[in-house]
């Protein structure tokens, strides 16, 4: 079964950026709807941003023009480009199938995101 595998998170002062990335192991990546999800804390974990495999985008309304999804089918990854970070951003952040669309995976550890001056 494929396992997820997020990095990039990090401290970082309001208005910065950072890059994360989620390795999707598996012969099946290229066909999967994706999605990324974060979890702040003391709230359920809330769908950020999905990415179908025509390259179709869709954006929580809280991020978007701030946050770009994307994808490299061939090193079977899955990246969140996240710019202009607010404090409300922070939570650690999940990449999976979009549940929208697909049963998802088992659920990888995540990666923290924390905006604070």
């Known amino acids: 079964q494929a396992q997820l595998v997020e990095s990039g998170g990090g401290l970082v002062q309001p208005g910065g950026s950072l890059r994360l990335s989620c390795e999707v192991s598996?012969?099946?990546?290229?066909?999967?709807?994706m999605a990324w999800y974060r979890q702040a804390p003391g709230k359920q974990r809330e769908l950020v941003a999905t990415?179908?495999?025509?390259?179709?985008?869709n954006y929580n309304d809280s991020v978007k023009g701030r946050f770009t999804i994307s994808r490299d089918n061939a090193k079977k990854t899955l990246y969140l480009q996240m710019n202009s970070l607010k404090p409300e951003d922070t939570g650690i952040y999940y990449c999976?199938?979009?549940?929208?669309?697909?049963?998802?995976?088992?659920w990888g550890q995540g990666t923290q995101v924390t905006v604070s001056s």
């Open positions: 999976n199938r979009d549940q929208t669309r697909h049963a998802t995976l088992p």
């Open positions: 598996g012969s099946l990546f290229a066909a999967y709807f």
């Open positions: 990415l179908d495999s025509y390259e179709t985008t």
